[in-house]
């Protein structure tokens, strides 16, 4: 064996294997690029693919029968179903189509047997005299009220952060990420630990001799609202705070200049610099809240159905054909609604920074500042955000050790014996929990390559790199019921191939491939940014030195962006344990279960063990925030 020039380093052997070896250095990028696109092919397009083949084809022959049949039932769309079945006739069909917007966009009320509560009409059957909205109408309704509500809590929010200083603030801004990593179906079980009869608020209002009341009975449609807000409120915050603190002051000092008030210079200033990010921050909590399932699955159940929440009593039922088509039609106005939000957003994405951001002043700097209006006002919104965002994870974690007579652990003790002597076609504690983590390190595996991959390609494409963002961040417009449905009568139930073969995926492998087709998204969004900023020159002097293009992305650029992978990889790992829409479908009757499908088994049954278990699923999605918060990411500034 030689030396290479006198250099003191071993050669490289040579033959054929350094050739291989050379070979795959010039195309390992274009190869993880190629692997990567066949996984997404297999695992989200195909089962996309599938859902949208079932509501067009019976028996082997393309039919709109399944369309129609949805399009023109009151039981769907209201009265729109009279312009479906007579196109033709659409004037006559005016004043109908008017009616139905209107029962959309207004609340109605009805008496309920409660002296001086009026509340909502929950359910698809809203209606004014005459006027049907329908299940599309109704989740279109609940949607535009939690926007209206999640702006309504966020935006204060946003003003505080970005207007004072004060002790705790840096980890208030961060804890404006809690909602990407807490599970629905855990939220859910909060609200219920705080609102329900033996909820922290009745026993509140026991001390002084009130209650209990069934508050989540009376009106659910309104716990799931505020349960909304709880999830977007923050994000709304977030990206508003963000704006705020990019508005350069300079320009609100020209307008004071010019003679404008205080009030008018942030009227016409600072307003218009903030509305775009608000609006943003509206579109998707209107777009996550259209897709809502599993707060209202638990809350609200068939009384408050949303079109997720059907499709999956459709699954249920075993009318896959019915479930297919509303999933086709949900996911053309998920895709249209998203498509809008993106289109936004890139029109917005070249705003600059302000050169001067705003100063903070401290938020209570002396006793008499203390008890001004303004400040009395913060005080009063922060403790209405103590109700709404602390309470109920406070109750989650209080009702895990309490009951209507004290502490107890007869919660935690139901979890135990169902263990060690529940059967085997029971939920049992520790197969969710082992479920979990086993399922949350998998997806890592999976997601975060496949979201490296999915970065390097968007950011290194040109103009291209554009639609293949759109296309890859299509599970971010799917939601997981339809994915869920698409895997279990595509890859589940097996696709015929040439030969008599069929491929098949199931059991573990199926939620973990649907995990991962959920997690890689945000990999993505966490890596892309800071891959856009990284200089070129670096790779270009590592290509000049003999480095391949796969050498210069793996010993330059990937270091360079470790903190943003191990931040996605932290939210992978979060979403994997708190996936519940599409695993809920493919772990039924099986022993694939997850944490927070046994949170959704146990609270059909008792409120206890399943707050119990939602603790437990508390505690270990908080260790995964922490991750989150510790490394930062893209979220850090």
Known sequence: MSRAGGSGRRARPRGGFVAAYRWFERHALSLTGLVTAAVLAVMLYVPVGVVFVNAVVDDGAVTLTFFRAVLTDPFYVGVLAEVFADPLAV???????????????????LEYPIPG??????????????????LFGFTAYQAVLSTIASVA???PAAYVLANYEFRGRRTLRSLTILPFVLPGIMVAVGFYAMFGQAGTLNQLLGIVGLGPYPFIEWNPLAIVIVAHAFYNA???????????????????????????????AFRDVVVPQLLPALLTGALLTFIFTFMTFPIVLALGGLQLATVEVWIYDRVRQLAYAEAATLAVLETILSLALTYAYLRYESAQSGLARGATAPSRTPLFPDLRTALSPRRLAIVGYGLVAVVVFVGPMASLVVGSVTDGSGLTGRHYAFLLERQLEGASYQTLPWI??????????????????????VSVVTTRAGRSGAVIDTLAMLPLA???????IGLL??????????GGWRFQVTGAIAIVAAHAVAAYPFVTRNVSPLLTTLDPALVESARALGASRYRALRDVELPLVASGIVAGAAFAFAISI?????????????DTYTMPVAVERYLGRRSGPAIAMGTVLLFVTAASFVVVDRVGGRFER
């Open 91 to 109: 004037g006559t069909h005016l004043e109908s189509l008017v009616g139905w917007l209107a029962a959309v966009s207004i609340s109605v009320s």
């Open 117 to 134: 509560i009026a509340v909502p009409i929950p359910w698809p059957v809203l209606e004014t005299p005459g006027v049907r909205t329908g």
């Open 153 to 155: 809590l966020g935006l």
């Open 234 to 264: 923050p994000l709304v915050a977030r990206v508003t705070v963000a704006a705020w603190e990019s508005v350069d002051v300079r320009t609100v000092e020209t307008a004071r200049s010019l003679g404008a008030s205080p009030r008018r």
């Open 432 to 453: 969710a929990i082992r479920n979990s983590l086993l399922f949350g390190v998998a997806t890592l595996a999976v997601a975060v390559p496949m979201g490296v991959v």
């Open 478 to 484: 799917v939601s997981g019921v339809v994915f869920g």
């Open 489 to 498: 009568q595509g890859l589940v139930f097996g696709i015929p191939l040439p």
């Open 578 to 590: 708190g996936e519940f829409s599409s695993t809920v479908i493919l772990a039924s009757g099986g």
